[in-house]
């Protein structure tokens, strides 16, 4: 632990306080009597013990974080609580303990990395994204990203993504145009409005409803590729 060395005159008697060392009881003052050059040695005994906090990488145990040096009291219980990492979940936030401190110590927190999985929502139609959202995933995990529904387009299938670094999942939206129909007598009068949605790409075949006094024209087969209105004219009996 420490060295000093003194001279003295022989055959005389001298007293020698002991220094201090950080960590260890300081022992008793000690008497002795010079005869020839001699080592004396004291045995000290440590009031305080290392402990070494560590924080690694459950994946791949690696460090991420310098570790922390405590010192734990001899012969009691020491407790040690997980810090805040930036980019990383801490596996489990309990506290552990060291009950009856006698050696050097080593405490280790296992931590999960995080990354980022990003929910692109794109409509085919445009090519243009309709909004993205984002949350942070351990590394492994296995979600389900269920995509937001959007006004005016069919809301695509859910997705599993397994993130081992950061994800973008794609849903490709398929536009729902409005076919509005109009029921107009041939003698001008209005005789109402319809209104359905179609998905981008799909046939639909309009059928006018009956009115009373009109004869019901025949049925419509209409792909829209944009929002339309179809007018449709009923003969007057």
Do not use: C, H, W
């Amino acid at each position: 632990m420490k060295t000093v060395k003194t001279i003295g005159t022989k055959n005389k008697t001298y007293t020698y306080k002991p220094v201090a060392i950080k960590y260890y009881a300081t022992p008793a003052k000690l008497s002795y009597k010079v005869t020839k050059a001699s080592t004396i040695t004291l045995k000290v005994r440590a009031t305080s013990r290392k402990v070494t906090v560590k924080y690694v990488d459950r994946y791949n145990n690696a460090t991420i974080k310098p570790a922390k040096i405590e010192m734990a009291p001899v012969g009691k219980t020491a407790s040690f609580t997980p810090v805040s990492i930036s980019g990383y979940q801490v596996t489990s936030t309990a506290t552990k303990k060291l009950a009856n401190v006698k050696l050097d110590s080593t405490v280790a927190f296992t931590y999960d990395k995080l990354f980022k999985l990003t929910q692109n929502m794109v409509a085919i139609d445009t090519k243009k994204s309709l909004g993205t959202s984002s949350q942070m995933v351990k590394r492994g995990q296995t979600v389900t990203v269920r995509p937001t529904p959007v006004a005016n387009y069919v809301t695509p299938a859910i997705q599993k993504v397994q993130v081992n670094k950061d994800t973008t999942a794609t849903f490709n939206y398929q536009r729902l145009y409005n076919v509005t129909v109009n029921a107009v007598g041939s003698d001008g009068a209005k005789l109402g409005t319809t209104n359905q949605t179609v998905q981008q790409g799909k046939s639909v075949t309009v059928t006018p409803k009956a009115y009373p006094g009109y004869a019901t024209p025949v049925s419509q087969k209409v792909t829209p590729t944009k929002d339309m209105t179809v007018t449709v004219t009923y003969p007057k009996f």
